[in-house]
């Protein structure tokens, strides 16, 4: 894969990210689907850590399959994603979302 294919299917990810509304969650294999990379869920993690810092593209709306945060759980970054989830009115009950009820079905 070249470097402009790459940074295409990394934009496209981040496109669909950046779609997903507030309240509401995808999965990571959802996401690959949706950016036309079907099978490449792990794509979408390398994807979600190339982006800057100060992002706007909701990043921690995505979860895995089962609707549970990937972070090691008490880790930094699972604190935060949990906490940027529940301010975005979703409810997380130990580190799982409700994936019937908060699901982005566009």
């Given at each position: 894969m070249t470097v402009t294919q790459a940074?295409?299917?990394?934009?496209?990810?981040?496109?669909?990210?950046?779609?997903?509304?507030?309240?509401?969650v995808s999965s990571?294999?959802?996401?690959?689907?949706?950016?036309?990379?079907?099978g490449l869920s792990r794509y979408v993690g390398y994807a979600l850590k190339q982006l800057p810092e100060e992002t706007e593209i909701p990043w921690f709306r995505v979860l895995n399959s089962q609707g549970r945060i990937s972070f090691p759980t008490g880790s930094p970054a699972y604190l935060r994603q949990q906490s940027q989830l529940i301010l975005d009115g979703v409810e997380v009950q130990q580190g799982k979302v409700?994936?019937?009820?908060?699901?982005?079905a566009p």
């Open positions: 940074n295409e299917r990394i934009q496209a990810i981040w496109f669909v990210v950046s779609q997903i509304p507030k309240g509401k990571y294999g959802q996401v690959a689907r949706m950016a036309g990379l079907p409700n994936l019937k009820h908060f699901g982005w």
